[in-house]
């Protein structure tokens, strides 16, 4: 049995409107923990992508 490690980035708009993306990547539980810190933190548009290994998401334009 193999088990398939599956990874995630963020992307949001930081309250001053400037578009950001993770820098690190993440798995599900932590990714959903940080989502809701940024929300937390007044973030808009926040979302969770799945994102490839080794590869991390770009900002939004």
């Known amino acids: 049995m193999t088990t398939k490690m599956i990874n995630f980035g963020l992307t949001w708009t930081d309250t001053e409107g400037v578009h950001r993306a993770s820098a690190v990547s993440y798995d599900k539980v932590s990714g959903e923990r940080q989502k809701q810190r940024l929300e937390d933190a ?3 548009d ?8 080794g590869h991390l998401p770009q900002p939004k334009v």
């Open 46 to 53: 926040v979302e969770l992508v799945e994102v490839r290994p």
């Open 42 to 44: 007044s973030c808009t």
